[in-house]
């Protein structure tokens, strides 16, 4: 069975970090990319970051360039999100999603196929 657990959430206040947790299990994990989402009240899922199978390219949406760092550890089956310098308009419920082989680019919500339970992150101003 393939599961995708992310955790990490919490509450922040605007300038502090979090680190994102995505453990997986029920698949091969470094034949699988692993996308990073977050849905805030209202608004459509978005992709966050991806990294490649090999953790070697990294993308980013525009607004997390420069304050986010994505990576996987293909040992411990999982993924990673690192979030700095976060601001109020990043409280959102985040997940992560699986899907098979190779993907480049900000992770499109339809292009995952397998989804983990949420973590919220709240950061207070």
């Known amino acids: 069975e393939v599961q995708l657990q992310a955790s990490g959430g919490g509450l922040v206040q605007a300038g502090g970090s979090l680190r994102l947790s995505c453990v997986t299990s029920g698949f091969t994990f470094e034949d699988y990319s692993i996308g990073w989402f977050r849905q805030a009240p209202g608004r459509e899922r978005e992709g966050v970051s991806c990294?490649?199978?090999?953790?070697?390219?990294?993308y980013y949406t525009d607004s997390a360039k420069g304050r986010f760092t994505v990576s996987r550890d293909n040992a411990k089956n999982t993924m990673y999100l690192q979030m700095n310098s976060l601001k109020s308009e990043d409280t959102a419920v985040y997940y992560c999603?699986?899907?098979?082989?190779?993907?480049?680019?900000?992770?499109?919500?339809?292009?995952?196929?397998?989804w983990g339970q949420g973590t919220q992150v709240t950061v207070s101003s």
């Open positions: 999603a699986s899907r098979w082989g190779w993907y480049a680019g900000i992770p499109g919500p339809g292009d995952f196929g397998s």
């Open positions: 990294t490649t199978l090999d953790d070697g390219l990294k």
